[in-house]
């Protein structure tokens, strides 16, 4: 019989396989794909689709990967067959017109044979009908039995990028779980029987846009083992799900729910399924950079993770469970994907937050829902028909309430219920149309908002990349939002014009301050939106009448663009030094340019270290001192990327970039202001680096001018505190450590005190201690004692009872509760933890909590309820040590 080797030794071993026969191993790329017509990465193959399509050179001639793939396309399935996922692991072969079909299919079928020990005699392959090439290697080269062989048309056996492109024929290697069938009625639809291991695609044509077929210059290969089906066959489990890839995830869930897996009905066991499987997706696509959202691939993540809590609720968990189910799927993964690992924080945060936003949510629906099934089953023309929830519901839950529509048609499902879609998508229709309605008849001079302004307004020409002043004409005035005809001197007022060189904020820069000026006119503009294609400009009429027509000079303040623009480009900079010297893979997360400072937030799963931050700020000084002019330049999105520019990740661009470049320092698409030269920024200084986010780090710093205010501060602070604590500026650190030591020993003394208090108010309570048995126990509170000395106060009074029980409970400061439990191991030994004791009293309190079986601590926010905590605790404790004292007995 073949090994059953574990998952990760059968990826580890394929790789070795083909990196013998000279193919580079690859790291997986990431889920998130550089081809923009898919949202992740789907096949194997999709990192190598622009050398296939010869739009990139190879860098190896042949290469071997283990890559990480996502399809939601069967979501439905998930679970409910042996082999459906959304996330699975792709192990591949290519090669760039190195070696073709021979190679490929003797190393195929050495490494299934020889290598992982699968036996011929179970192995089927299957061709397409018309490569007889293929057949005869099959057949001549390996020596398959023609009848086992089988020739299979070009829905199955045909692979093709799109309509037009590179093609070619394919080969597949299925696994037999039924050979006492024998070789008379061979089906490859059977899947209960047979089971595709391996695909072997053969890239050797080019369909023209005439569907006219060619040979290939280069003739490629393209293959696909699936891990998680190979180790199905090698471990000998009866479906995906069960092999160690998935079933340690399945299991930690299992013992959540108080659930055994073997013994649990088939909707649970699909319930567990769907957990484990989701649970690998999500993990991977947080660390991957993805981040939940309603939109593309963070809608896709939400939906992984509403199915994975929904799940948890049909399995009776009620309450938070996901991150140690992620934990395990971490520490399944973390030997070939370390960056789960690194990213651990960002993974566990992101699945939290989701996680009790969409509890919150589900319970909401699910009781909706259920109001529903019971109205229709209640209906008098129910009768034999089928049970449906109308579209109109349907939608109300979606639209009002945010539950969404695929929850409503699984849960709808579970209980034999169908969902009106067709009445679902009329209900959308009438809202869109409403919403348009809203645009038809509009009066410019009405009052009207915004939104509904800007379907007859044309779009804001912006001009302020090459003019700071420039005429324009007021397309529109709002006042509190509604449109009107004139505004008069002290309004304030929003304004839209036809062409302005007022930058509207956007890329994180905020908008231009100035003027708008004509005939008696003038107004005040002290912020620039951006609304769809309209630059609205924020003021305040300060002299004359502004009319809707009027002609306006628009003068934006100099100095403060001067700074925005010194802002911008030195946060282009700090990202190139944050790359060059913390870590190449850091990515924008997030900006601030304002006139007096800027802020970074970046990917980065650490702390910047004080010595890389000086490194960093030197560096970018440098490169100020250096005088690197600016290169400005709009060229198509494929070049900008070719070209090395980088992209905010999430940030949606045109097929037309605007190129910021100051060469050989830094390349971004961006389109705000920037100086021309790095010498006009002057000076740079960082004043902050914090974390804001799980995986998210920030840096404030200054430039150009605002340094210099920012050093005047300074200076202004430390003279006070020279002259306060009678010292010179360079001993002020010493003298400040020094007050801190003190202040040290202070609160030290006092913690001493409070504990010697907490002691002497404890020994007064021991003649309180109930008996039970040969036990005693003792519930008290101990007034605002802190935390830590009731820690000590209980393991004293337990040392004087002996062998027993002790809790505290206490209020140290105001809207908050303290609780400890001490148990002996005479306690312990009836099967009483404190751990758990203590957790369960704390929920009484609006809190939670546990440690070690004989002391542990907890907390809560509700002081109001500590005595009848304290109470139950009591009463839970006789109780529970009476039964156990029993059943020993």
């Not at 109300?396 to 034999?416: M, N, S």
Request: with cysteine.
């Amino acid at each position: 019989m073949f090994p059953a080797l574990s998952g990760a030794a059968i990826r580890q071993t394929f790789l070795d396989f083909y990196a013998q026969r000279g193919h580079q191993v690859l790291p997986s790329a990431s889920l998130v794909p550089e081809d923009p017509t898919v949202l992740l990465t789907i096949a194997g193959m999709l990192p190598f689709k622009p050398i296939f399509l010869g739009h990139r050179d190879p860098e190896y001639p042949r290469v071997t990967t283990a890559q990480k793939c996502v399809r939601t396309n069967d979501i439905e399935n998930v679970g409910r067959t042996a082999r459906h996922h959304t996330f699975f692991e792709m192990l591949g072969n290519f090669s760039f017109g190195d070696y073709f079909k021979k190679e490929a299919i003797v190393w195929a079928w050495e490494l299934v044979t020889e290598v992982f020990g699968l036996p011929p005699e179970r192995l089927v392959v299957s061709v397409f009908h018309e490569d007889e090439e293929a057949f005869a290697l099959w057949r001549d080269e390996v020596g398959i039995p023609a009848h086992r062989i089988q020739r299979l048309g070009e829905a199955d056996n045909f692979w093709a990028a799109g309509p037009t492109g590179p093609c070619g024929p394919c080969s597949e290697i299925y696994y037999d779980f039924k050979p006492e069938l024998g070789d008379e009625r061979i089906d490859l639809e059977d899947d209960s029987r047979f089971l595709e291991i391996y695909n072997l695609v053969f890239m050797e044509l080019n369909r023209d846009s005439e569907g006219r077929l060619m040979p290939l210059a280069k003739q490629n290969i393209d293959t696909g083992l699936g891990l998680e089906r190979l180790a199905q066959v090698l471990q000998g489990v009866p479906n995906n799900y069960e092999t160690d890839l998935i079933f340690p995830i399945i299991q930690t869930a299992a013992g959540i729910a108080g659930l055994n897996y073997a013994k649990a009905d088939p909707e649970q066991q699909i319930s567990l399924k769907v957990i484990g499987d989701h649970a690998r997706a999500v993990m991977h696509l947080i660390a991957d950079g993805v981040l939940p959202s309603n939109v593309d691939r963070g809608y896709v993540l939400r939906r992984l993770i509403r199915r994975m809590v929904r799940h948890g609720r049909l399995l009776g968990i009620g309450e938070p469970f996901t991150i140690p189910v992620v934990e395990t799927a971490i520490q399944l993964a973390e030997a070939a994907y370390p960056q789960v690992r690194e990213r651990e924080t960002l993974i566990k945060t992101e699945l939290q937050r989701e996680e009790e936003q969409f509890l919150k949510t589900l319970e909401r629906g699910e009781r909706l829902l259920l109001d529903l099934f019971a109205a229709v089953e209640s209906s008098p023309g129910n009768g034999g028909s089928p049970k449906q929830i109308s579209g109109a519901d349907a939608f109300k839950l979606f639209d009002t309430y945010g539950f969404p529509l695929e929850l409503t048609q699984e849960i709808a499902q579970e209980r034999g219920f169908s969902v009106d879609l067709e009445g679902f998508e009329q209900e959308m229709e009438k809202q869109r149309q409403r919403a348009r309605a809203a645009h038809q008849t509009i009066d410019l001079t009405a009052q009207g908002s915004l939104d509904e302004l800007a379907d007859f307004l044309s779009q804001t020409e912006f001009l302020g990349y090459s003019q700071s002043s420039a005429r324009g004409v007021v397309e529109a005035l709002l006042v509190e939002g509604k449109s009107v005809p004139q505004v008069e001197a002290g309004q304030a007022v929003q304004i839209v014009l036809d062409r302005t060189p007022f930058y509207a904020e956007s890329g994180g820069q905020i908008g231009d301050r100035g003027y708008l000026s004509g005939d008696g006119l003038l107004v005040r503009v002290e912020d620039v939106q951006k609304q769809g294609d309209l630059f609205v400009h924020f003021g305040r009429v300060e002299r004359g009448i502004l009319r809707v027509g009027d002609p306006v000079q628009a003068q934006i303040d100099l100095a403060c663009r001067r700074r925005a623009q010194a802002h911008h480009t030195a946060t282009h900079l700090l990202q190139a030094a944050l790359k060059k010297i913390v870590d190449p893979s850091i990515s924008q997360a997030g900006s601030l340019v304002a006139f007096d400072r800027l802020r970074f937030d970046f990917t980065l799963s650490r702390p910047v270290t004080p010595a890389e931050l000086e490194q960093v700020e030197n560096l970018v000084n440098t490169w100020i001192a250096e005088a690197h002019a600016a290169q400005v330049a709009i060229m198509p999105l494929t070049e900008a990327k070719a070209k090395g520019a980088v992209a905010m990740f999430g940030e949606k661009y045109g097929a037309e970039v605007r190129v910021i470049d100051f060469p050989g320092v830094s390349m971004e698409l961006c389109g705000g202001t920037h100086v021309n030269n790095t010498a006009e920024i002057g000076l740079f200084k960082i004043i902050a680096e914090t974390g804001v986010a799980a995986g998210i780090r920030r840096i404030e710093a200054v430039a150009g001018p605002a340094v210099l205010e920012y050093l005047n501060e300074r200076d202004k602070v430390v003279r006070e505190l020279s002259a306060h604590f009678k010292a010179k500026p360079q001993e002020l650190p010493e003298r400040v450590a020094a007050l801190q030591a003190e202040l040290k020993a202070a609160q030290k003394e006092l913690e001493e005190v409070r504990s010697q208090l907490a002691l002497l108010q404890a020994e007064r309570l021991l003649s309180a201690a109930a008996a039970v048995g040969d036990l005693k126990i003792l519930v008290a509170e101990l007034g605002s004692t802190p935390a830590e000395a009731l820690k000590t106060a209980a393991e004293h009074l337990l040392h004087k009872l002996g062998q027993g029980a002790v809790v505290l409970g206490s209020v140290p400061e105001a809207g908050k509760v303290s609780l400890v439990a001490a148990f002996s191991p005479a306690v312990q030994q009836l099967g009483l933890k404190a751990g758990s004791f203590i957790g369960e009293i704390a929920k009484l309190t609006g809190g939670g909590g546990g440690g070690r079986p004989n002391l542990a601590q907890a907390g809560g926010k509700q002081p109001e309820k500590l005595a009848e905590a304290l109470q139950a605790a009591q009463e839970r404790l006789q109780a529970e040590l009476i039964a156990a004292a029993g059943r020993s007995s």
